[in-house]
């Protein structure tokens, strides 16, 4: 396996897509159009573009577990907090209230990113429990692809 091919995602096409090339300023002459617009032909299917099913469901159950626990801790803050409040007569303060509701419903935010990215992206690969292999793997393949997309920009 070459360099560039263990850099590569396992469901990324093996080709890099061509720009289109620029249009030029010279006028040109008008071609009549037909009635029926020609169809494109994609360059890449469905299947070789798109997340296999294998992955996205493993990416689903993470984000679920990353983020609905902490977002169901949440809720459950708010419940015990009134039943604190009205059963047992016990009066919390409102901002300790709302400080633990919001950290678990931010934890539940940082939950979905890190339940999509902790996930194994190779197909045969299940990943470990928390992922952080998986994780530290798959964010050094993002940041890598914004640096590359900022230098073609620039």
Request: glycine residues 8%; aromatic residues 8%.
């Amino acid at each position: 396996m070459s360099a560039e091919e263990s850099e590569r995602l396992p469901f990324e096409p093996n080709k890099k897509r061509q720009k289109p090339a620029k249009a030029t300023s010279k006028p040109t002459a008008a071609k009549p159009e037909s009635p029926k617009k020609e169809k494109k032909k994609p360059r890449y299917s469905k299947e070789e573009v798109g997340i296999p099913q294998v992955v996205s469901q493993r990416m689903m159950r993470r984000v679920a577990g990353f983020s609905g626990v902490p977002t169901s801790l949440g809720i459950l803050t708010l419940i015990a907090s009134y039943l604190l409040l009205t059963q047992a007569g016990i009066k919390l303060p409102p901002v300790a209230v709302l400080l633990v509701n919001m950290g678990f419903f931010g934890l539940g935010v940082l939950g979905i990113s890190y339940g999509a990215l902790s996930a194994s992206w190779d197909e045969e690969r299940t990943g470990t429990l928390l992922g952080w292999n998986e994780f530290t793997t798959n964010w050094g393949r993002m940041v890598s692809a914004w640096r590359e997309s900022r230098q073609k920009n620039i």
